[in-house]
């Protein structure tokens, strides 16, 4: 039996403009009106955040953003600060392997991203995952554990309960490749759970949610979510369609 409440959060990357996701947001609050169990966040481009925000006031839909600024204002142009985010969203995604990949983030950056979502009050989906050159040479458990172990460090056991871990594989991402239900579970179980209970302590650590991402679709997501220690998806281009969401949320039921 599964204690962690699931979670499926749509990554919808640099797609919809604030009048489609106004549109994409209307198709799905009445097919997800009824979902309770399991925790739905949208995570639309910083541009879509204040009309979605209008759009889900009163359902039980979050909202995410997809990056922030770790400063908290200032002559940073072109950045978003966490606590304007804070006015709009719950939650926002850090450290995702195409931030890390196009847009030089760092384990370092994405810590300082972490300590400054925490700071104000937002509730970080933070993205570890490894290439698929380190994937082939073996070196998964030691990319992961040590994207963890950095991207989580100086955080205190009551921030670490507020942290969603998404380990999303490189190789699987964009590419309909989804990593096997098992081998997901073996990076969440043998990986990703023992540094966190080690981090934190055994009762933080077994209580974190850890997602999957990378090519998850309606027709993968029950077998990947059934998985003991996958506690729900970030979901990327399936996020974008009522049908295929609302699909995959259901999946998680
Ligand atoms: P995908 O993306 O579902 O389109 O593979 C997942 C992600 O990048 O979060």
Same mark, same amino acid.
């Not at 879509?48 to 770790?70: D, F, R, Y």
């Given at each position: ?28 609050? *009445? ?92 509730? *970080?989906? $933070?993205? $570890? ?53 098992? @081998? ?28 999957? @991402? ?40």
């Amino acid at each position: 039996m599964k204690t962690r409440k699931p979670m499926v959060a749509g990554n919808w990357k640099m797609n919809k403009t604030p009048t489609e996701a106004r549109d994409l947001i209307r198709g799905l609050l *009445p097919e997800l009106k009824d979902v309770e169990a399991v925790d739905v966040v949208v995570c639309p481009p910083f541009v879509c955040l204040g009309v979605a925000s209008v759009e889900l006031a009163g359902s039980k839909i979050a909202l995410g953003a997809q990056n922030l600024h770790w400063q908290a204002s200032g002559a940073y142009t072109g950045e978003i600060s966490a606590g304007m985010l804070k006015e709009l969203c719950q939650y926002v995604i850090i450290g995702h392997s195409e931030r890390r990949a196009m847009f030089g983030e760092t384990d370092e950056s994405v810590n300082k991203k972490v300590l400054a979502a925490l700071a104000a009050g937002l509730k *970080p989906i $933070v993205c $570890v995952g490894e290439t698929f050159d380190e994937n082939q040479a073996g070196k998964t458990a030691e990319v992961v554990g040590r994207m963890v172990w950095e991207g989580l460090k100086n955080l205190d056991a009551e921030q670490a309960a507020l942290i969603v871990v998404a380990y999303e594989p490189v190789w699987a991402i964009g590419t309909g490749l989804a990593a096997t239900p098992e @081998g997901a579970n073996s990076v969440h179980k043998d990986v990703i759970r023992p540094i966190l209970r080690e981090m934190f302590g055994a009762e933080v650590g077994d209580g974190m949610r850890i997602l999957y @991402g990378g090519s998850v679709t309606a027709a993968n997501a029950a077998e990947l979510f059934a998985q003991s220690d996958i506690d729900g998806g970030l979901i990327g281009g399936a996020s974008l369609k009522v049908e295929s969401f609302t699909a995959i949320v259901k999946a998680a039921l």
